[in-house]
């Protein structure tokens, strides 16, 4: 999959300012500095598209990327990477926290048909949130794609352990974790390959 275009759609708090193009939808979920923003921009192959920041928890809104791309044998793909606010950071309120979690529940219950990617920091342990929001995922009938980030901050001898570790505590089979590193770009060509696919089969299914 080749990327041609992109471009920012919309910042969405409510349903109304979600973008009236409807079109197929990957999204990314994690903690607040899991790397949504970097992952995102590494797949498009723009610098600043996603706004990145090493202070966690600064992406409060629904923002949607509006990519047009052109797949392997040549059929255009249009369709927008969506970036949810990250959950679990400490330092936001707790009220703060729940008002993310109903946008992103409230988003989820919209039909248009989505491609869900789960971003866990590969270095540690999932924690209580991450196991959360994998189960509310799999409750409501979406397949999620585990991505294990930030390959390059880690050593080759610790990344088995830390992969087995991730397995366990999500109970997913090692097979299914995507390890990705926005910096090497290691796994990139794996989820590009996996975003035409969904979209190629939207297409063959309309």
């Known amino acids: 999959m080749k990327i041609k275009q992109s471009d920012i759609a919309a910042s969405a708090v409510h349903p109304t300012q979600y973008p009236s193009e409807l079109l197929p939808q990957i999204v990314l979920f994690g903690r607040s500095n899991a790397g949504k923003s970097s992952l995102i921009n590494a797949l498009i192959e723009r610098r600043n598209l996603a706004r990145t920041s090493s202070a966690p ?18 059929q255009p793909l249009l369709f927008y990477f969506v970036d949810l606010p990250g959950y679990g950071y400490a330092k936001v309120s707790r009220d703060e926290r729940q008002q993310w979690l109903k946008r992103i529940e409230q988003f989820l219950r919209s039909d248009t048909p989505k491609l869900c990617w789960q971003l866990v920091d590969i270095r540690h ?50 097979a ?31």
């Open 57 to 74: 928890g600064k992406t409060r809104l629904l923002n949607f990327y509006r990519i047009e791309a052109v797949a392997t044998g040549g």
């Open 125 to 174: 342990q999932p924690s209580p949130e991450d196991i959360s929001m994998y189960r509310l995922l799999h409750d409501q009938g979406y397949h999620v794609t585990l991505i294990a980030n930030k390959a390059d901050k880690i050593g080759r001898n610790a990344r088995a352990k830390a992969l087995s570790l991730i397995s366990h505590t999500l109970e997913i089979p090692l």
């Open 176 to 206: 299914d974790i995507v390890v990705f590193s926005a910096v090497t770009k290691e796994g990139k060509e794996l989820l590009q390959g996996q975003a035409e696919s969904y979209l190629l089969h939207l297409c063959e299914a309309q």
